[in-house]
């Protein structure tokens, strides 16, 4: 199992090619890089299916929580098991309230 740190959310945002978003963030912050602004950062602005990220579909960001909600209305098979996702750590990142 990987270790949670800030390499891990880096390679993220790289891999969703947000980092220079999350640079332009933090010097509108005024905050530097650390876990709790990471974390800050993907809770406001990334929204994927755990599923397309695992699967390597970096293109199915969405820009609102509520068109995550509507694209996993349109595709129950994208959602994923909150239990196995907090066990698995790696991905509890991108776990969302989706009431």
Same mark, same amino acid.
């Given at each position: ?25 933090? =010097?509108?912050? %005024?905050?530097?890089? /650390?876990?709790?602004?990471? *974390?800050?950062?993907?809770? #406001?602005? $990334? ?18 929580? =509520?068109?995550? %909600?509507?694209?996993? /209305?349109?595709?129950?098979? *994208?959602?994923?098991?909150? #239990?196995? $996702? ?14």
């Amino acid at each position: 199992m990987s270790e949670i740190n800030k390499e891990l959310y880096h390679d993220y945002l790289n891999r969703l090619d947000q980092m220079n978003s999350y640079r332009k963030y933090l =010097k509108i912050i %005024k905050k530097r890089d /650390n876990l709790t602004n990471l *974390k800050t950062f993907f809770n #406001k602005y $990334i929204f994927i299916s755990i599923q397309d990220f695992h699967q390597g579909h970096y293109n199915k960001l969405f820009f609102t929580n =509520k068109d995550l %909600k509507n694209y996993l /209305n349109q595709y129950p098979e *994208k959602r994923s098991h909150k #239990k196995i $996702i907090k066990k698995e750590k790696v991905y509890k990142i991108f776990l969302r309230n989706l009431r």
